[in-house]
């Protein structure tokens, strides 16, 4: 069992920068796959970054590619993605999600509460 909370949302104005966090309970979380995903309103969710249980591998949808970075620390239980240039297209709720193994593009077990962010024009 994985609790996934996320921090760090909040409102940015175009070109600025935010940084996510996903703390995690349970002491195995350094053997799940993490991944970032966003909902806009109207819209599906969307896979925009991943992470291998070591760190050692990370994927990135073309979206974000280049802009957003994703990072975990097992020591402290904690993912994060680091987000640069934002536009107002990025504007949405951010969840972290969690899993053991399997496609790295969908179908997490667990899932945060989510956190806003917002990008201003």
């Known amino acids: 069992q994985v609790q996934l909370v996320e921090s760090g949302g909040g409102l940015v104005q175009a070109g600025g920068s935010l940084r996510l966090s996903c703390a995690a309970s349970?002491?195995?979380?350094?053997?799940?796959?993490v991944a970032w995903f966003r909902q806009a309103p109207g819209k599906e969710r969307e896979f925009l970054a991943a992470?291998?249980?070591?760190?050692?591998?990370?994927y990135y949808a073309d979206s974000v590619k280049g802009r957003f970075t994703i990072s975990r620390d097992n020591a402290k239980n904690t993912v994060f993605l680091q987000m640069n240039s934002l536009e107002p297209e990025d504007t949405a709720v951010y969840y972290c999600?969690?899993?053991?193994?399997?496609?790295?593009?969908?179908?997490?077990?667990?899932w945060g509460q989510g956190t806003q962010v917002t990008v201003s024009s």
């Open positions: 999600a969690a899993k053991r193994r399997g496609s790295i593009y969908r179908d997490y077990y667990y």
């Open positions: 992470i291998s249980q070591s760190g050692g591998n990370t």
């Open positions: 349970g002491h195995t979380f350094s053997s799940y796959v």
